[in-house]
């Protein structure tokens, strides 16, 4: 195997850590209370996680590499990003009733944790198993949507719970079956997203409920059995 392979096996790798740097800028953040500084860190990390398995395959960097762990590393960025920023988020932010913060962001390190820990987690098809975890997203329309403490926490209750549910999920990149409009619903939301973020987490009652409509999508079209 040439140096030049495997320089380039191991950019990937750092380019995949560089969504544990966009956790630490996001925590820092949020510790200012600077939300959407915030979900712009996590975003920028979503879209890394979303680039750096298309070009892993594409260098084989496992088989050039394989004293690192890909797999190994991409769970713990994920974790950072996915569950542990997003649950301090919601812990510190008032999004919660008071008093319940903590417990929940609790509960979601914890199920999140064990979820990540999963062998079983995606489908042979590349489905998730149960709600995969995706608490940045989450964290994100409960800021944007503005719900009452209350029914912010019962949906977080309610997430922690699908966590653990065998109900198919789409990786919306990786699924067949109905990739182009799975592609197309991600593109909508990314772009209302964006827009969220530059109109500081208030964007309208219009974009709100298309973003709740493409999330409510996203989650729920895996249940529709697909043709095998």
């Known amino acids: 195997m040439g140096a030049a392979a495997r320089v380039a096996a191991f950019s990937v790798h750092v380019f995949t850590a560089l969504g544990a740097a966009c956790a630490l800028l996001a925590l820092t953040a949020a510790a200012g209370a600077d939300w959407v500084a915030m979900f712009g860190w996590l975003g920028l990390a979503l879209v890394i996680d979303g680039v750096d398995g298309t070009l892993a395959r594409r260098l084989d960097v ?28 919601l812990a510190t932010s008032g999004v919660l009733p008071a008093g319940l913060g903590a417990p929940l962001a609790v509960a979601i390190v914890v199920s999140g944790a064990i979820y990540c820990a999963d062998r079983q987690m995606k489908t042979a098809d590349n489905y998730f198993t149960g709600f995969p975890v995706l608490w940045n997203a989450a964290a994100f329309h409960l800021f944007v949507a503005k719900l009452p403490p209350a029914a912010a926490a019962m949906l977080v209750v309610a997430l922690v719970v699908l966590t653990f ?46 973003l709740s409509l493409a999330a409510v999508y996203l989650l729920g079209i895996g249940i529709i059995p697909s043709r095998r």
């Open 62 to 89: 496992a088989a050039t590499l394989p004293r690192w762990s890909g797999e190994a590393l991409d769970l713990m960025v994920d974790f950072t990003t996915y569950v542990l920023v997003p649950a301090y988020a």
């Open 165 to 210: 549910v065998p109900y198919r999920t789409i990786h919306p990149l990786r699924v067949k079956h109905l990739f182009g409009l799975n592609v197309a619903v991600v593109a909508v939301w990314g772009v209302l997203a964006l827009y969220a973020l530059f109109r500081n987490l208030d964007p309208g009652l219009p974009a709100v409920l298309a």
